[in-house]
T-cell receptor
């Protein structure tokens, strides 16, 4: 069985403060994990991916995520939020035969 | 620049009408996918294709049909049997079939928003 849970449907931060978007997963195999960002009326853009190499993964636009097998987590972080980061973020787990999407976290950035 | 092109961006369907959403990719990817996105539900898989002239149903295939006559193209038809078609539809592609290259990401088009008239 494979599943992914995004723990917050909405996150609100002030510009310049850190961002934390939480994702837990379950998988029978060693999964590949991805974070995507979606701006309104746009497709999903890949931020970063974990594929069993380094557990700390750096992505585009200053985002990074840490794979923690013991906690089955893959949380997305950014040290300092920018207004342009306001969007919806999806955590995705890809196993042998299936791709599973989280339900998304909407990030609001307050000026 | 390689990518996925979906058209049209907005589409309106009348009662009893079939409509077709276009998806074209120039990434030379083997696998293509159609997803439906509704608010608060993430993405749900409608159909996918791993090679030309072959496709499989996803989780919510009822009321939809697809074809894969060319590697670059994977059109989706929303039939009149789909009673609640209003949604945002996303097409994606990836390098290989799900089973063999599962560490590869999917690439997405910019979507088509379908509404009922």
């Amino acid at each position: 069985a494979q599943s992914v849970t995004q723990l917050d449907s909405h996150v609100s931060v002030s510009e310049g403060t850190p961002v934390l978007l939480r994702c837990n997963y379950s998988s029978s195999y060693s999964p590949s994990l991805f974070w995507y960002v979606q701006h309104p009326n746009k497709g999903l853009q890949l931020l970063l991916k974990y594929t069993s190499a380094a557990t700390l993964v750096k992505g585009i636009n200053g985002f990074e995520a840490e794979f923690k097998k013991s906690e089955t987590s893959f949380h997305l972080t950014k040290p300092s939020a920018h207004m342009s980061d306001a969007a919806e973020y999806f955590c995705v787990v890809r196993g042998y035969q299936k791709v599973t999407f989280g339900t998304g976290t909407k990030l609001q950035v307050i000026p | 620049d390689g990518g996925i092109t979906q058209s049209p961006k907005y589409l309106f369907r009348k009662e009893g009408q079939n409509v077709t959403l276009s998806c074209e990719q120039n990434l030379n990817h083997d696998a293509m996918y159609w997803y439906r996105q509704d608010p608060g539900q993430g993405l749900r898989l409608i159909y996918y294709s791993q090679i030309v002239n072959d496709f499989q149903k996803g989780d919510i295939a009822e009321g939809y049909s697809v074809s894969r006559e060319k590697k670059e193209s994977f059109p989706l038809t929303v039939t009149s049997a789909q009673k609640n078609p209003t949604a945002f539809y996303l097409c994606a592609s990836s390098i290989g079939p799900t089973g063999t290259v599962y560490n590869q990401p999917q690439h997405f088009g910019d979507g088509t928003r379908l509404s009922i008239l």
